[in-house]
Every structure is written in structure tokens, then in C-alpha cells.
């Protein structure tokens, strides 16, 4: 008997994560596979790949001055988008973890954080036409209030209308991972800090965001990856007059230069994951979130 | 006259929270200069209450605090001048020994060399020394409470509030730190108010124990006349170490009450300040290891009160021996004798036994 235990260890334990595995290989593995393999060959210009292999893609990739510039342009938003969701989300996971006392109210809350996650993406970027308009809410209440004599033109179809709208979507996933890390601070930290003599702003500077690393950690991977990896909101909300990295490669796509495209993902795929990784070595995420 | 920076008194303090049940009821308690005082009762009790009232992180709903003269009510700790020590000691985790004891100074804005020479000496006080460096979760919880102590003790406070400080240590720790803390009581010199609801510790560390119950101080006082002299039952009771029962008196002549009890023969008891009228119901408490346990049928001496009982269980406690006898029926009646006496003749569980003490030993309770 000894001399089996070993080995259906070894099958037990491939059997428990034989379910993940079924997931991951087919979804995950095979597909970045297959996109690796395409960016290394070369079209034949109708969709169809042609079986030689070529740097070619790459080379294109690299040395065209777009390339950066598509990078800058969505750094920019991903940067101004997860600094706003972060103060923001920072803030109200604050109010919700220390000021709401009834747990009832706090998930009350929580459910109209995810308001606007009750309808579709389309309809919420439509949304934003009446309000941002040029006969919009804000800009005929401005008009009206007589502050402005011009309606604003920046307020829609801008950088500007593509940051609201990615904060807007966002913010949530900066509030959920901050809320939690929040709720696992014991609250007589926080009074034995009043206790020493500290003012309300460093109990926040030295005890509350320094506890709430990891979550902010997190958020940030979510905030960030999904603005990186977004075309959708660019293209609507700037109204068309702004590229991003994404919206790239999907207009190669659209005219069937598949190997190009693949090179372009999977330099996004590099960036972003150096980018998890840089916040991930600032932040022990596993060890926070084992304790 | 001129109060010690550390002198506290409440007066008529009373903490509602909800505006119907009262937390504390109107209490009024003097602490001197330089004093250790320990809150004992049981949980819930207020006594909790109080040491945050005194610390600023409640306010009292009336009442007055004064710590060495002036009404602090509204004040912010800081400006209190008292340091809190915080059940289970709430240590910052993400920050080293040095800097959670540097802490308080960091916020006051002292430099970082500044702040850490301070910190290194009050690490060597409280004997911290290679520990520095480490996190609190890498200390045990003897260090961790040290680290607490240190941390509450830096700023130099007039009063130092600690709140149920030994309840997360074992046994062996508890009394080593008990000692810990008296220690650095006297080096310090400040006031000391420590809740707790054990009354060993309340009366092995304290110049003065508050007895608390319900929201109202019980019997204040030094610690051997709350545990000689209790004025009540309930402080008699949670004291321990005292038989407790109640008679109605038959006879008060001047100096005495004759009481009778149904489980016991009519005995006297002096009287103290208390003036029971025949008829009243009252209750008397007799110290347990006042307790004598003779054979039956041996003549008995003047001036001894005695009642007979069976031995229902017998304990060995090391210097003196636990025997609990049936003598009150349902309640306890237990006499702590003397190990030598026990083994020079041991009585057996069922044996019948007159237990007697002097009769002037016996207190009456209020």
C-alpha cells in the first residue's frame, strides 16, 4: 500500500485541478498560442495565413513612429482614468467601510454603485450625448445660468467625454478591492492613531492607505488592463477623432491582415503584463490577501 | 491646593447611548496623582466606558471629567495629555516596533533621528532591545503588549488608560506582565487606570480597586479593604474568597445581631456601622480560610460560631486545601484550610464536619 499512496496523490491531484485545466487550455492557452504562431507569419493579403516564417510584423510594428504614439495616446487615458477612479474609489470605499454603520445601508449602497452596470454598454455610451451635448444638460445649464456664453465643445467627442466615461464604467472596480481591504482593518487602529495625536488626514496617510495597498494593488490592475485593452469607449466617445492601441489592430483585423494584428496583441499582451507586474512588486498581493 | 497633574475625578458622569439604558450612572470617582487604579467588574458593566470617557474617545452624555484640575470634557486626547493602551494593543501592522512606538512623535512632528533616539530608549526600558526591526506579527504576545506599553508610554502622558492589558496572555504571562506593569508604573510615575474583570489581577496590581457593576461603582477603595471588607454581597461575591449568606436577625443588643438562617443554628455577628432592626433580612460574610473544620462532638471554644455540614468534594490547591461543604444548600460554603492542617486529620467526601470560626471574624454585608 505504501508504495501506491504516492502515485494516486500524483492522479488526485490532477484530478482536482482537471476542471480548471479543461477551462484554461481551450479558452486561454490555445488562443494566445494561436495569436503567437500568426504574428510570426504572413498574410496573403485575403485572411489566409501563409506558412513561412517572418519578423516582418514585428519589424513594421516597431519601427513605426504610430506605434508609440498609439501608446502614448492610450497611457494617457489609462493613467488619467485609474488617477480618477482612484481618488474617487478610494473615497467612497472610505465612506462605505468607516462611516456607514449599518450593514444593511452599506450594501444598499453598494448595489447603486453597480446602477450603472444595469444596462448595456452602448446604451450608457448613448447616454452621454444628452448630458454632454452640445444642447446637453451641462452646457444649457451653463448657458442658462449665464456663465458661459459658447456651449463647451470639449464636454463630448473629446479626451475629455473618454475619461468620464471610462471613470464612470471603472470606478467600481477600484471601489470593490479598496472596500474590501478597508473592511479588514481593525478599527482600533484607527483610534489608537486618534489616540496618539493624529490628525484625520495622516490616520489617512499613514495608517489607512498603507493598510489599503493591496486593494488599491488590485484595483489598479483591473482600472489599467481594461482601459489598455478597450477600443469601444475611444471610439465613441472621442467621436472617432482618437486612435488607441486596440483600435488599431482591430482595423487591421477589418482588413484581414490577421499576422500584423497578431504582433500588435501580443506586444500588448508584454506591455500590460509588465505593467501587472511592475504594480505587483510594489505590493505583496498574495501575502496581503493570505493574512 | 494643588492637584497632581494626574489627579482625575469624575463627577455625576453618567454615558447613555442610546438615549433609554445609561452605560454608566452617574459616577463620581477621585483618582490621585501617580495612583494605579484598576475597574474591575464583569463585561459590560461600564467600566470600559469610563476609561474611554477619560481618554476622549467617548464623551460622557452629563457629568464632568477633571484630570489634574481642569475639565477635559471635549478636549481631544492629545490635548488630555493620556495615552491609551488598547485591548489586544491594536499595533499598527504595517509598521516596525521602532516606528509603531515612534508613531505618537511622527505625528507630532518630531524628526525622524529625533524620533527614533526616543523610540530606541523606550525600546531598551522596555527591555525590546533586538527586536526593532520586526512587525508585530512576528513578536509573541508578551512582546506585542511591551511594544503597546512603550508606544502609549512615549509621548509622556500624565495618565496612562489600559484596557483589559493582560486578557490576551496565558496564565504564566499574565502574572509576569502583571509585574511588568507595576514596574514601569513606578518608573514612570503617572497615573495608571486599568479596567479589568479579574479580580486577582485588580487586586494584586492596584492602590486602588473600583468595583463596578451595572453602569455604578459598587465599593471603591484599597485593595485589602475591598477584599477584607466588602460593603455588599456583590462585591463580597465577585471578590470571591468569601462565604456569603443571608438570616434574619432574631436580637440586636449593642455590640451584636443574633441571626437565624434555616440551615443554621442562631450565630452572632458584630455589628459593624449597620443598624438591622430584629426582623430584618441580612447578609453576613465570612471569610473562607477563617473557616475552621472540626470532627463533630469535639467541645467547641467560647466565642466561635459554628454550623455542621457534609463534605461534598475536596480540592488540593497546593498551600491550602478547598473543602466545599453543604452547609447553605444550593449556595457555596467552602473553607480554604491549611495543608498541613488538612493532611494532619483529612476529611473524607460525606464525612460531617462542624465548621466554626470567631465570631467577631464574621461581617455584616450592606
Known sequence: ?291 | MSLGPGHIELAGVSKSYDGQTTAVDAINLKITDGAYCCLLGPSGCGKTTILRMIAGHEEPTTGEILIGGEDVVGLPPVARRTAMMFQSYALFPHLSVRDNIAFPLRVRGRSKMDRHAAADAMIEKVRLGELADRLPAQLSGGQQQRVALARAAITEPRVLLLDEPLSALDEQLRVQMRQELRRMQRELGITFVHVTHTQLEAIALADLVVVMDKGVIRQAGAARDIYAAPRDRYVAEFLGGQNVFSGKVQRVNGVSVTLAAPELRAIAVPLGSARPDAGDTIDVAVRRDDIVLLRPGVPLADGLSSLSARVLGVEYQGNFVKVMLDALGPSEFVAYVPERDFFRDPHQIGDVVVAAWQADRARLLA
Open chain 1, 1 to 291: 500500500m505504501t508504495s501506491s499512496s504516492p502515485s494516486r496523490g500524483k492522479w488526485s491531484g490532477w484530478l482536482l485541478v482537471s476542471p480548471l485545466v479543461l477551462v484554461l487550455v481551450p479558452f486561454f492557452v490555445l488562443p494566445i498560442v494561436i495569436v503567437l504562431v500568426a504574428s510570426f507569419l504572413e498574410s496573403d493579403g485575403f485572411g489566409g495565413l501563409i506558412r513561412t516564417f517572418t519578423l516582418a510584423n514585428y519589424g513594421g510594428l516597431l519601427s513605426s513612429k504610430l506605434t508609440l504614439a498609439l501608446y502614448l495616446e492610450t497611457v494617457k487615458f489609462a493613467a488619467l482614468t485609474w488617477f480618477f477612479s482612484l481618488i474617487i474609489g478610494f473615497f467612497v470605499a472610505y465612506f462605505l467601510a468607516f462611516h456607514v454603520r449599518n450593514q444593511l445601508l452599506a450594501i444598499g449602497l453598494f448595489l447603486l454603485c453597480t446602477v450603472p452596470f444595469w444596462t448595456s454598454n452602448i446604451i450608457r455610451m448613448i447616454s452621454w450625448i444628452p448630458l454632454l451635448g452640445k444642447e446637453g444638460l451641462i452646457n444649457t445649464a451653463l448657458i442658462k445660468t449665464g456663465l458661459i456664453g459658447q456651449p463647451l465643445e470639449f464636454l463630448l467627442f473629446s479626451g475629455f467625454a473618454v475619461v468620464v466615461a471610462y471613470v464612470h464604467q471603472l470606478t467600481i472596480f477600484m471601489i470593490v478591492p479598496i472596500f474590501n481591504s478597508m473592511a479588514r482593518i481593525d478599527r482600533r487602529l484607527l483610534e489608537a492613531a486618534v489616540d496618539a495625536g493624529t490628525s484625520r488626514f495622516d490616520v489617512l496617510r499613514l495608517v489607512v492607505v498603507p493598510l489599503t495597498k493591496s486593494g488599491i494593488a488590485l484595483g489598479s490592475i483591473f482600472v489599467i488592463s481594461i482601459v489598455m485593452g478597450d477600443f469601444f469607449v475611444v471610439k465613441v466617445m472621442s467621436g472617432g477623432g482618437t486612435a488607441s492601441v486596440v483600435g488599431a489592430f482591430y482595423e487591421d483585423i477589418g482588413v484581414l491582415q490577421y499576422p500584423a494584428a497578431a504582433a500588435s496583441a501580443v506586444l500588448l499582451t508584454l506591455v500590460l503584463s509588465a505593467l501587472v507586474l511592475l504594480i505587483l512588486r510594489s505590493v505583496d498581493i498574495r501575502r496581503e490577501i493570505a493574512q
